[in-house]
């Protein structure tokens, strides 16, 4: 795991400011800042979902999307899509593929914290096995993309909120789309 993240501070229209520490950024004034979510998918098609661990500072025990975070300053989205499904979930990936370009969301947990990011959502294929690292993922679950949107649809509030909001984005996602 790394032990201390840097992210990227936006302004209101994407330009990079500057950068800050992680562990100060997400408070109940989180500036805007550049992150990414992805899904995962395995050889039969299914979408991994995780379950945020419990000490989790922002939604701690949601059911979301496979792996998501933070790109360094010098960092691709690729390679800290690679980096961070290393970290969290102990496995490889590849395909990586941008799915929503311009997603961006902001939301209030229960405790108060704010997340506010600029948040492109990618796709790409597990190469190998999981190890979920149990400070990041309590839970894992290989499910089919209907059965995915089919709970979103039905159990929103049981879902991270950037996993409901980019959901019509993603097009694996959306009614009669194969994978």
């Keep these: 795991m790394t032990a201390r993240e840097t992210v ?8 990079r400011t ?13 500036p805007l800042h550049l992150a990414f979510s992805c899904h995962l998918l395995d050889a039969e098609g299914r979408v991994l979902v995780t379950r945020r661990a419990l000490s989790k500072k922002t939604w701690p025990g949601v059911w979301t ?7 360094a300053p010098e960092e691709s989205f690729e ?9 969290e979930l102990g496995t490889q990936v590849t395909d990586i593929t941008l799915v929503a370009p311009d997603f961006r969301y902001r939301a209030v947990d229960a405790s108060g914290i704010v997340e506010n990011e600029v948040c492109p959502v990618f796709t790409a294929r597990v190469v190998g096995d999981l190890a979920p690292h149990p400070d990041e993922v309590m839970e894992v679950a290989w499910v089919a993309p ?34």
């Design 146 to 179: 209907e059965d995915l949107r089919r709970a979103i649809a039905s159990a929103p509030w049981a879902l991270s909120p950037w996993l409901v909001q980019h959901a019509d984005d993603v097009p694996l996602l959306h009614e009669g789309v194969g994978v």
């Design 65 to 71: 999307n496979s792996v998501c975070g933070h790109p």
């Design 79 to 87: 390679d800290a899509i690679r980096r961070r499904a290393a970290d």
């Design 18 to 30: 500057g950068t800050a520490d992680k562990a100060t950024v997400h408070t109940t004034d989180t």
């Design 8 to 15: 990227v501070l936006l302004d209101d229209d994407g330009t």
